[in-house]
């Protein structure tokens, strides 16, 4: 047994530990730290960073480090000589430690800590034998400290050279059968209940350099049971020869032969988990197989661990028969999967919501209990439509007909647009302003979950009232662009509905507002502290918090006052329903991202694009007037007129959805505070995540013991589910998914090849990189001129569309949101895909056909194809009778009025 005496240059394994990194390096004090817990370690000893420093002094080398110039600094190493202590000590390390072939490596003190992973980035020696063998692997160790990769690395990580020593460690080489690695979470997923072990015959240091093939299994940490195995072809192996290493071919019967059975696999999670538990944290272990068993050769932490991601759902189960499950509507709004506590309360509250206006347009018992449900399937929520329900519908279409032309039934919810504007609309107001006064007064945490129902609730009931403008608004652009672009539309004149651009909506005066904030900006003298920092670093200096430095604090407040004008008038937009999502009152963000980009000249200025449309618009509309005979002028006119006034409105109460939502979130988030400090759950957004019935115990006092483990299962399922596209229609019947990709291109979504087809939304071609966005958080990631690539837009991302050079969606038709904002911008769009997000990678060269409705993916090296347009046919179809429907609607509109006048 080795125990050599503590010397100034060398210490032992078992006399170091993980503190000891500015000794020992952080190789070296982990292998003391391993030896210590009692872990099966191949002895050895470390030449510590003081010999590091006797060396440098005794040969002159800090002049030559502070001058630079890797090749001589590491010429000036290898020439110099170790003093006699320090090779005195090294050789009385070695000769307790007795002969034998030994590794020689490199231990920097920036190395295999929690923060940073050097590993890899100074030299190794393996098969060394004899103090003189050993002294110069050292000396070449110390002068890889100066390689240009290792310097490369330091200043990536902008790492102080004079922070930076080497210790080197010194182990008796393992009788080596196999080896390879080992992570005790898994890598790929960031599953802590599975590991991940690379096996190989031979040496390790290949497979830690990524040179050989090696055998990958899947292990469930609590039972060591291989998940998944694949076992490579192994062609080459590391051994050791009399000069160091050499790769040699793997003989032929143990090239496919599995490097480790079923009890190796078991016995070697094991010992990671042994391993995992000593530290505290996932680690990523390197293995060695010898005839007496395992032995651990090195563990560092694992960094930049994802957060644990289960499966992608591969089956999609669907909750009960007798029914058809749709993602449309208001489901759009929700693109991912459901937090918990969202899906339980939206499911009642669509429920109700839709009924209502189902029954009250339709008719009293048109829809019954049970007909319709928002329930999710994998956590994607769909409407559920049962089939007799259906029937029922198609035979109330006389009466829904009656409806859209201002006659719904008696006690029906608010309708249309006046219903929207003289009811639904003020209702929600005074509700999210009743429930905001009381919360100010002072709410227990049941009462605000009382709210927090009746204010979804309320939500809920104001988009069913949307929902009867979108049809309105939908045809009233149809008719006009039917009639426009068949009957009146000339050669060289401007297509339809560049005729309906050029007015104010919501979320044209939203980005009006960021513009005067990114002017007012200028006037306050606060341009260099916005366009300095990104908009995370810029929310976390909003009051009451310090100014950014270098900020005048009195024009930072002034500021920041107008910033809160603009939030509190726009700041409720969501960029998705649920409420698990901050919206930008809550997280500003990417407000003060808009507003940089505003002030470094990537952004238009809404205000001349406005002016310029709205000039064209009435230049062309002023030159048609005039030529047209007096029954088409009327036409014209009154159609023009209808799809002039219901176009903004459509995308006003949109904007307006999301009116409750900065008043819930505050509210859950509130109860969330006290469960945290009730001790039930960790944090205030892990009530999101809670099922509405646990959520009611828990506030009633209930204790759940396995509530947190229940809470990061949910997580970790929402995260798998996110990766996957969720079909458009359940179940999957060819005939019914034929018949709604007619009217949902999204619902196609087997598309192949390098073109992607879906509806042409807004005109123009646009060659340009990617950026597949999902979300708030990857908004400040767009750069100006490139293609935003996103499940859906929602008003709140109508800033993103100032930068982009063109829009494709997996969701979305020609009347959406999207559509409507690309128009404005003039930019090309290509929506309802199905697929973009999943096909499209950030950075490939798209080329965007907003004419044709198609994407070509030019990496892929194919010539463009011309897709086959299904939506742009059905857009036709459907424009043409949506012209007549909606010219019939007018008609009788205009003699009610001329009646009742």
Known sequence: MYTGAVTTYTRRFDELGATDVETAGGKGANLGELTRAGLPVPPGFVVVTPAYDAFVAANGLQARIDAGGPAEIRAAFEAGTAPEPVAAAVTAALTELGSGPLAVRSSATVEDVADTSAAGQQDTYLNVEGPDAVLDAVRRCWASLFTDRA???????????????????????????????????????????????????????????????????????????????????????????????????????????????????????????????????????????????????????????????????????????????????????????????????????????????????????????????????????????????????????????????????????????????????????????????????????????????????????????????????????????????????????PAGYQLLLGFDSRPVLAEKSLFDLATAARTDGVTDVLTGSDGVTLAGHLPPSSPPDGADPDAWTRWCARLAEHLDRYGHTVYNLDFADPVPADDPAPVLDSVRFHLLGSGTDP????????????????????????????IFTALLSWAQDTGPVREDALADMGLAWPLMRRMLLGIGAGLVDAGTVDEPADVFWLRGTELRSALDGGADPDLRARIAERRMLWRGRRTVTAPQLLPEHPAMKALLARVMPASDQAQTGATITGVAASGGRVTAPARVVDGPGGFADLRPGEVLVARITTPAWTPLFTRAAAVVTDVGGPLSHSSIVAREYGIPAVLGTGSATGRIRTGQQVLVDGDRGAVTLLEDGATPEEPDAPSRRTGAVLAVAGGLGAAAVLAVRRRRRRASG
């Open 151 to 493: 310097l490369a690395y330091r200043a990536s990580r902008r790492i102080a050279p004079e922070g930076v020593r080497l210790a080197v460690v010194v182990q008796r080489m393992a009788d080596a059968e196999a080896s390879g690695v080992m992570f005790t979470a898994n890598p790929s997923n960031g599953r802590r209940d599975q590991l991940v072990i690379g096996a190989a015959w031979g040496l390790g240091e290949s497979v830690v350099g990524g040179t050989v093939s090696t055998d990958d299994h899947v292990v469930d940490a609590a039972t060591g049971a291989v998940l998944s195995r694949t076992v490579a072809d192994k062609t080459v192996m590391t051994v050791p020869t009399p000069t160091g290493t050499e790769e040699r071919p793997v003989p032929p019967e143990r090239r496919r032969a599995p490097v480790l059975d079923d009890d190796a696999v078991r016995e070697l999670a094991a010992l990671g988990t042994r391993i995992a538990a000593h530290y505290g944290s996932p680690q990523d272990v390197e293995w060695v197989r010898t005839p007496l068993g395992f032995v651990v050769v090195q563990s560092r932490p694992v960094t930049a661990l994802p957060e644990p991601m289960a499966d992608p759902p591969a089956d999609w189960p669907i909750p009960y028969d007798g029914g058809w499950y749709f993602r449309a509507s208001i489901v759009e709004q929700m693109p991912d999967p459901l937090t918990p506590l969202f899906a339980d309360l939206v499911d009642g509250a669509v429920t109700r919501s839709i009924t209502r206006l189902m029954n009250g347009v339709m008719g009293h018992g048109a829809v019954r209990d049970g007909d319709v449900s928002l329930p999710t399937v994998n956590g994607y929520a769909y409407y559920f439509y049962r089939t007799s329900s259906l029937v029922r519908m198609l035979g109330a279409t006389p009466t829904a007909l009656r409806a859209m032309a201002g006659r719904p039934v008696e006690g029906a919810p608010p309708f249309g647009l006046d219903g929207w504007r003289d009811r639904a609309h003020p209702e929600y107001e005074r509700t999210v302003a009743d429930w905001t006064a009381r919360d100010a007064a002072g709410l227990t945490p049941s009462q605000r979950y009382d709210g927090v129902v009746a204010l979804l609730d309320a939500g809920c009931v104001y988009y069913t009232s949307v929902q009867s403008i979108i049809p309105l608004a939908a045809t009233s652009e149809l008719a006009f662009r039917a009639f426009h672009d068949r009957l009146v539309r000339r050669d060289g004149e």
């Open 607 to 634: 205000y001349t694009r406005q002016r310029a449309a709205a000039g064209e618009r009435d230049r062309w509309t002023r030159d048609i007037d005039a030529r047209l005979d007096p029954l088409r002028r009327r």
